[in-house]
């Protein structure tokens, strides 16, 4: 088992059951060069943490106090910013909101750095992978039945 998956070493097993959440950015254009690129980002998530991981980004939305409560009349702090707090963040959404734009930075700073990639803790893992689309042909090009093999004639 990788040294980085920290706590799950400790349960002494050969399994871990992890969950898997993807997502891609279609189409971004460079203004550097005017290259066209496409992002793949997959998310990998032990199941042992996954709870845990929702409890500390929803206490993220949470910017004063770091303790979320679903239901604005439960909350023992009556901030005023729970409904503000309380919705999707998109990345395409951000620039409509300053409270989406502080939670998104909160996830980014305090959980995905600090929380889940500091001192080995490792409660998530991630990959992103760009493409760059200006480099890729799209023509389609047949190739001739001499260079192709095993098929049925």
């Not at 009349?73 to 503000?84: A, L, M, N, W, Y």
């Not at 998530?124 to 095993?150: A, E, M, R, W």
Request: net charge neutral; hydrophobic share 35%; glycine share 2%.
């Amino acid at each position: 088992m990788p040294d980085g998956w920290g706590d799950l070493k400790a349960h002494n097993t050969d399994e871990i059951k992890i969950e898997v959440y993807s997502d891609e950015i279609n189409r971004v254009k460079l203004s550097v060069d005017n290259s066209i690129w496409m992002y793949l980002i997959v998310l990998f998530v032990p199941q042992e943490f996954k709870e845990n991981n929702l409890t500390l980004l929803n206490n993220l939305r949470c910017k004063q106090y770091k303790n979320w409560n679903e239901m604005v009349s439960t909350c023992p702090h009556q901030c005023g910013f729970h409904d503000k707090n309380d919705t999707e963040i998109h990345f395409r959404e951000l620039h409509r909101s300053n409270a989406r734009l502080q939670i998104a930075e909160n996830w980014l700073n305090q959980f995905l750095i600090r929380e889940s990639c500091h001192k080995n803790r490792k409660l998530l893992y991630f990959n992103i992978l760009g493409l760059n689309l200006s480099n890729i042909s799209t023509s389609l090009k047949i190739l001739p039945k001499s260079l192709i093999s095993n098929t049925p004639q």
